[in-house]
C-alpha cells in the first residue's frame, strides 16, 4: 500500500500522543462536525462517500502499523502501537467508529450539525479524534466548493429567469479549474463538487471522482475548444485561417464549438466572425461559442454581443430580450461571484438574454476556498466515562471569551428537520433525527449515487 493511503498517517503529529491524555476510565469520544458560519448562509453537503470508500473500507495491516511506527517515532512522537495491534486483532484492521451524516446533496444552514462519529469499542475512545484531520478536510473542501458553485448557480438562475431561459442552467458554469488546483485530488473532488449544481466541465478527475465513488455515469460534458497556442501558431496574419481550421475540422450540425478570439483583438476577432468567417459558421450548423479572455469582464461581453449582434442577428424571446443567432459568448477569465454578477446585469442593460452567454470559472471555483470560508471545525462534544458499573456522559464544549463564534456545541447531537422542511442542531433525543449512519466498523452503510446527490441540491 502507498504511505499516503495508510489511514495511520493520515493525521497531524500532535495527534499521536492524544491516546493518553483523556481522563481515566473514558470509553467513548463523540464529535460533531458543522460550517460555524462565514460567506454563506447555507452549505451544500458534499465529499463524505468518497473518503470512506478510499480509506475506511480497506483494513489496516501489519506492515502499516510497523512502518507508522517507524515514521512517527523518529519524527518526534509517541506511537500507540498497543491500540493500532488491539484493531489488527480484534476487527480484523477495521477502524471501529460510526459515523453518522446528513445525505448528501442537502442545502442545510450553517451552524447545523452535518456528520458525527463515535468509536463503538471502548478501548478504541481515541480513535475518534485522531480521524478529525483526515475527516474533517475530506467534508470542508468539496461542501465549501458545492456551496460556492451553487451560489453562482443562484446568480445566474435569477437573470435566466428574469430575461431568459431557466432549463438552460445546467450548462452556465463551466469548470475550468483543473491546471488551477493543489493537486489531482483537489480537482476530482473539487471538479466533482461543482458538477452537483451544473453539467460543464473540462476537469476530467471530476468525471472519475463522480464513477468511481458516486456510482455515476458521465457526470459532466464539454465541446471541442481552442486554445491561444492554436490560434497563434499560425501567425497573426493567419488568424482567420486558425478559426476556418477549426470550424471545418470540429464543428458539427447542432453542436457547440469554442473559440477563444482575443490572442490579438478580440473586436476585430468578432469583426471577422461576422464577415469572413460568417458563412463557414452557417454551413457548419453548429453554434460558435466565442471566447473573450482579457479586458473588462463586463464591458468586453457587451462589446463583443453587440458586435455579433450586428453580423449574426437576434430574436426577440417572450421576455423582450434580444437573443443572437448562430453565436454565443464564453467569459473564462476573471469570472467569481461578482463579476458574474456584474455581466448579467450589464447585459440585461443592454437587452441581452442571459441565454447568450455562459461562463468558465476556474481557481475561484476550485482553489479560492479555504477551510475559513466557512469556518468548518470538528469538535468533541461528549465523553462517556466508566463510573463503576455506569457509563456516564458528560458534556463536552469550548468557549474562549476571546472569540464567542468559537463557542462550540455540547452534548450528543444531531440534526433534526423541522415540519416545515428546515432544519436545527440539537439533541440525540429530540425527535427524529435526519443524520443517518454511514460508516460503522468498516462497512459502508450507505451508497448514495452522483443523480441522488443532484437531486437533494435541488430541491
Known sequence: MKLSKNIILNSDSYKYSMFNQYPANTEHVFSYIESRGGEWDSTVFFGLQAYIKEYLCHPITQEDIDIAEE????????????????????????????????????????????????????????????????????????????????QAKLIILKYLEKNGDPSLIDFKLHDFG???????????????????????????????????????????????????????????????????????????????????????????????????????????????????????????????????????????????????????????????????????????????????????QGGALLQQVNRDTMQFAMKCSSIGIRHGSTLVWHDVYKSPVTDPGKKSKAGRVTLHKTVGGGYYSGAEDWNTPILREVYKDGKLLVDMTFEEVRKNARE
Open 178 to 360: 483543473a491546471r488551477g488546483v493543489s493537486s489531482l485530488e483537489s480537482a476530482g473532488l473539487g471538479g466533482a463538487a461543482h458538477l452537483i449544481n451544473f453539467m460543464g466541465t473540462d476537469t476530467i478527475s471530476a468525471l472519475l471522482i463522480a464513477r468511481e465513488y458516486y456510482n455515476a455515469g458521465i457526470a459532466g460534458f464539454s465541446i471541442p475548444a481552442m486554445e491561444h497556442s492554436t490560434v497563434t501558431s499560425w501567425g497573426k496574419e493567419q488568424e482567420a485561417d486558425a478559426y476556418r481550421n477549426m470550424i471545418q475540422k470540429n464543428a458539427k450540425k447542432g453542436g457547440l464549438i469554442a473559440c477563444v478570439s482575443d490572442s490579438y483583438d478580440i473586436y476585430k476577432a468578432c469583426e471577422m466572425w461576422g464577415t469572413t468567417l460568417k458563412n463557414t459558421v452557417l454551413e457548419s450548423g453548429a453554434t460558435l461559442v466565442v471566447r473573450p479572455d482579457s479586458g473588462n469582464p463586463s464591458e468586453v461581453v457587451v462589446n463583443c454581443l453587440r458586435i455579433l449582434d450586428k453580423h449574426f442577428g437576434h430574436t426577440v424571446n417572450n421576455k423582450g430580450f434580444r437573443v443572437l443567432n448562430n453565436v454565443r459568448v464564453i467569459q473564462g477569465d476573471g469570472i467569481n461571484h461578482t463579476s458574474i454578477r456584474s455581466i448579467l446585469f450589464c447585459m440585461d442593460l443592454a437587452g441581452y438574454s442571459a441565454d447568450n452567454v455562459a461562463f468558465g
Open 71 to 150: 515514521i512517527i517515532t523518529a519524527h518526534g512522537e509517541p506511537f500507540y502501537r498497543a491500540g493500532w495491534e488491539y484493531i489488527l486483532k480484534e476487527h480484523k484492521g477495521y477502524l471501529p467508529v460510526v459515523i453518522k451524516a446528513a445525505p448528501e446533496g442537502c442545502i442545510i444552514p450553517t451552524k447545523n450539525v452535518l456528520a458525527t462519529i463515535e468509536n463503538t469499542d471502548p478501548k478504541c475512545f481515541w480513535l475518534t479524534t485522531f480521524l478529525e484531520t483526515s475527516l474533517l478536510r475530506a467534508i470542508w473542501y468539496p461542501t465549501t466548493v458545492a456551496t460556492n458553485s451553487f
